[in-house]
C-alpha cells in the first residue's frame, strides 16, 4: 500500500511515468499474493488504481487493459466496471455491463 501511496504523490507531483511503474509494480506484487479467504483484501485494488491512473493520464486504451485484469481477480468490483464503462466511453466504444 505504501509504493501505492507513494504513486499517487508522483502522480500529484507531475511524474506520471514514475507513478506508472509504480503503480504497475504494485500491482503485479498484489497480483502475485494468493489472498486467503479469512483475510481481507485491499480497499481498491493496485490494478483498478493503476487504470484509474492511466485514465486521467488520457490513455482509456491501457486503462481498460488494467480494469479488465482486475476483474480476472476481483469479478464484479464495481469500481473496476465503473473504469471499464468510462474507459470504453472515451474510446466510443459500447458497455456491455
Do not use: Y
Not at 486521467?56 to 465503473?82: K, M, S, T, W, Y
Request: no cysteine; charged share 20%.
Amino acid at each position: 500500500m505504501l509504493q501505492e501511496a507513494q504513486a499517487w504523490r508522483m502522480a500529484a507531483r507531475g511524474e506520471t511515468a514514475a507513478a506508472v511503474i509504480s503503480l504497475r509494480s504494485a500491482a503485479d506484487e498484489e497480483d502475485a499474493v494468493e489472498k486467503l479467504p479469512v483475510t481481507p483484501g485491499p480497499i481498491v485494488p493496485a490494478r483498478e488504481q493503476l487504470g484509474e491512473l492511466l485514465l486521467r493520464l488520457g490513455q482509456p486504451d491501457q486503462a481498460l487493459r488494467e480494469f479488465h485484469a482486475a476483474l480476472i481477480l476481483a469479478p464484479g468490483r464495481h469500481g473496476a466496471l465503473v473504469g471499464v464503462s468510462a474507459a470504453e466511453r472515451l474510446l466510443g466504444a459500447p458497455s456491455a455491463n
